[in-house]
Structure formats: structure tokens, C-alpha cells
């Protein structure tokens, strides 16, 4: 008979030392869905990482479980237990299975450990990083480009400022460096980093880094490329689909880098369809006349995305006809679960 993916065990708090129970999960029970190029991976039932954050029930310190007990000096003791008393406020209880708000909340709350202790900006980067991860997973993305941003400053300050990167090379640093920035907009700082990550003298040793970077390096470029396409010599789109104006930063010639629009920028891209298929969606837009044709097959396409794309990354199909099926079958089983 198979064992329980979940255990209990109990825990002393190093704070206020009283007991309490955490959760853990045995490695057996995770199923591996998809990796993202952040290191985010995402799993088919039970996601460890919403476990690995222990919150002491009666004073709330919080800490990555291999952190949890310290070292801690007894200053730091006195400081989380006067500060921690003075935050103090009704908690969901994190004990048990947590969803993606539990795991957050946990995040929060080791933040705010990890800011009385001052940790270094490593510690800090890592908790905003998985905070992003668990905003992913709750569909928040305004929540995770916050998250994203905090993680990406924090492993700057660790790159320029701290020589010990808590067991991160400086290839994989310098990597989650430049796509932090990539994912929150600032292509031209990522493009520079991917550059210097694939120059890096360790970088044949760390050969999974070296394709990412590769990767994500011309991914930044096509993405600068879109942005400067449509902010100079594109056809002018339709009113609603300028992308706002520039908040954050530009670059020399006057092209914004750093807000989100770059990253969804519109862009004519012909096909061909069926006849009956083109019937459909004039249909379709003329039951949703507000938002048009154009509008009807972006949301069709986003839904799918969002509903299939998991498992439509690990199953391939030979012909149209299957790849039909394997959308209706996902889409059907989503539907019914
Ligand atoms: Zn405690």
C-alpha cells in the first residue's frame, strides 16, 4: 500500500520555544508538470515548496524549514520576539495542507522574519522569488510582478554587494538576474546580463544555465525587438491597444523598457482558416459585438492557454486532427474535474 504523501512533525520554536506541528510531504507524491525559465516549477497535485516555509503558530517567526532553527544570536531572539508581539494579528492557520494563499501568506510572513533579522539580500531575494512562484499559481499577476521586482532588486544587491550567495553560483545568479529583469519588463538590463552570464568563464560547467541564458537572451531580444516595432514604424493599432505610456525608465532612443505592455505587445500575424471556422468566430463576435472579432479569438486562444498549456507542453501530437483531440480531451477533463 502506497505511504501518505503527508507527515507531521513537531517543532520547537526558537523564538518563543514553544512547540508546534509542521507538515511535510514525502518527495514520492510530487509530479513534475512544467518548469518555468524562473526556476518556478509546477506540479501536477501537491506542490512541496507551499511546505517549506514553518510558521511558529504562537509568535508567527517564519523561516525556510533548513533556516528555521538559526543560528540565531540572542539579540536577534529579543528583537523578533518584541517586534513579532507588536505585529501580532489573527492568522489563517498554516498548519495542515496549505493551497496557494496559505503558501503566500507563509511567504509574508517569513519576509517580515527575514526584514526584523536584517538577512541578507540573498535570503530576502530567494523568499520574493517563491512568493512570485505561489502569486503564479493564485492567477495574481499584479501580485507577482511586485514579487518579481522585489526578487530581482534583492539579487542585484547580493550580486554587487555580498560575496557569500547562499549556494548559488554566480552563473545561475547572474541568469535569474537577467531574467527577473526580462520578466519585469527591463529588456535591454536582461539582454545585458544573458550576455555576460554565456561570457562567464564557469559557465561549461553549468551547461542547463548556459542554454537558458541562451535562450531567454534572444527571447529579450525579440521582445525589445516588438517593443521598438510597435512604438516606431508599426501600423497605429486601434485606440485601445496602444500600450499606456511610459512609466519607468528609457533607453537611448527614447524606448520605454520597464512597464509590463512590453511584454504583451500586439502584432499582426496572418493565417489561414477554415471557411466554417471564420464563420464561426463573425458569429461569435457579432453575439459579443463590444469586443470584436479579433478580441473573440485572442480570449479563445488565452482560455486554451490558460486551461491546457500545462499539459499541452509534455504531450506532442503528429497531425491537426490530433492535436484536436488532445485539446478537446484536456479542455473536457478540466471541465469535469
Ligand atoms: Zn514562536
New binding site residues.
Partial sequence: MPSQPFFEQEKI??????K?KVTRVRSSACVVIRRDTDFYIKYKDINPNYYSIWV?P????AALDKKFSGPLSDGEKKRLAKT?ALLHREEPDLSGIRDADKAFRAVELAVQTAQIIRASHASLASLYLMGAWFARDKGDKELEQKYLEQARDHYTSSYERETLHEKISDVRLMYIIGELNRRTGRLREAINWFSRVVRHPDIKREPEIERLARDQWELAREELHRCTVSSTDSPVPAEEEKAPAATGEKTEAGIPFSEPACRRTKTVYSFTLYRDQVEWLQKLSEDNAAIGKDAVLRALLDAVKEIAEPQLMVKKAASENEFKELISTILKHSTNS
Wanted: charged share 15%; aromatic share 16%.
Fill in positions: 520554536c526558537p523564538v518563543c520555544e514553544k508546534f511558529c504562537h509568535c508567527h517567526y513579532l
